[in-house]
């Protein structure tokens, strides 16, 4: 059985910056696409970023392009969200997910695994 664990949420003025991790573990995580998602507060879920099993292809929401970067670590099952100049709109539980997919997934529908979620609060 697939767990996820997500670490690193917090709060954090506009303008800064958050490091998510989400631990992987009884899987094959090499295999797995990985995403992130996130949900604010009266609002569905929504995708965030996503990478394939070898890095080498990453997709991002328009909304943080430029400001979040995915990343994995297959050695350590670990994938990483990093996110720079945070805005308040930022805040919500952010999810990370695994898909058996071989290819970027955008929809939560494709995703297998979950983890429990992070909270990320951006103050203005």
């Known amino acids: 059985q697939v767990q996820l664990v997500e670490s690193g949420g917090g709060l954090v003025q506009a303008g800064g910056s958050l490091r998510l991790s989400c631990a992987a573990s009884?899987?094959?995580?090499?295999?797995?696409?990985m995403g992130w998602f996130r949900q604010a507060p009266g609002k569905e879920r929504e995708f965030v970023a996503a990478?394939?099993?070898?890095?080498?292809?990453?997709n991002y929401q328009d909304a943080v392009k430029g400001r979040f970067t995915i990343s994995r670590d297959n050695a350590k099952n670990t994938v990483y969200l990093q996110m720079n100049s945070l805005k308040p709109e930022d805040t919500a539980v952010y999810y990370c997910?695994?898909?058996?997919?071989?290819?970027?997934?955008?929809?939560?529908?494709?995703?297998?695994?979950w983890g429990q979620g992070t909270q990320v609060t951006v103050s203005s």
């Open positions: 997910g695994g898909s058996r997919s071989a290819l970027i997934m955008t929809s939560q529908v494709w995703y297998n695994y």
């Open positions: 990478i394939t099993w070898s890095g080498g292809s990453t």
């Open positions: 009884g899987g094959t995580f090499g295999r797995f696409t």
